[in-house]
């Protein structure tokens, strides 16, 4: 799918490209710092808890009602992130973003409630580009990434989440 969504009641198929937690913190906190070196558990799949966040990740049960229990990347970000910096070997994990979904304009379900793969989900922001971006993709990398971070979001049911074609509905994309 491309462009904005036109129509109230959207139905797409997109796919769910990767799924990725982390036990820690490489970036959050740390500026003027080092960046700690937690990698990035790529899953085939990942318990959602409506509140909490993502099992096993290191923003679960952080704080009540945080706006980043999970957080969305394009797929179609990825690929053009390779070719803008020239480096066709970028691995998604490096965005530090949960879930990768090709085919669906994240920008347009900021303040939105929306399923994906039968859960649903309120989009709260942006995931704004931090400075480190510059170091784990290529100078220049922050600026280019904004308007491009992906999507901030709250969990709303529990459930699985799985990689794999799967189906986003969002019928209301007017604030809530």
């Not at 318990?47 to 009540?64: E, I, M, T």
């Amino acid at each position: 799918m491309s462009g904005y969504f036109e129509a109230r009641d959207v139905k797409s198929s997109p796919v769910i490209r990767q799924i990725f937690i982390s036990a820690g913190h490489n970036f959050f906190g740390r500026h003027g710092q080092a960046a700690n070196t937690h990698g990035m558990t790529g899953l085939p799949a990942v318990w959602c808890r409506a509140g909490w966040g993502l099992a096993g990740d290191r923003f679960y049960g952080y704080r009540p009602d945080y706006n980043g229990q999970v957080t969305f990347f394009s797929w179609e970000v990825v690929e053009a992130a390779r070719r803008e910096f020239n480096r066709p070997e970028l691995g998604a994990e490096v965005f530090r973003r949960n879930v990768i979904v090709e085919g669906c304009e994240l920008n347009a379900l900021v303040a939105t409630r929306f399923t994906l793969g039968g859960l649903e989900f309120a989009g709260i922001s942006e995931a704004r580009p931090c400075h480190w971006m510059n170091t784990v993709v290529a100078p220049g990398a922050e600026a280019w990434l904004k308007g491009r971070g992906g999507l901030r979001a709250k969990i709303l049911t529990d459930g699985e989440l799985r990689c794999g074609p799967t189906a986003l509905i969002a019928p209301d994309l007017l604030p809530w």
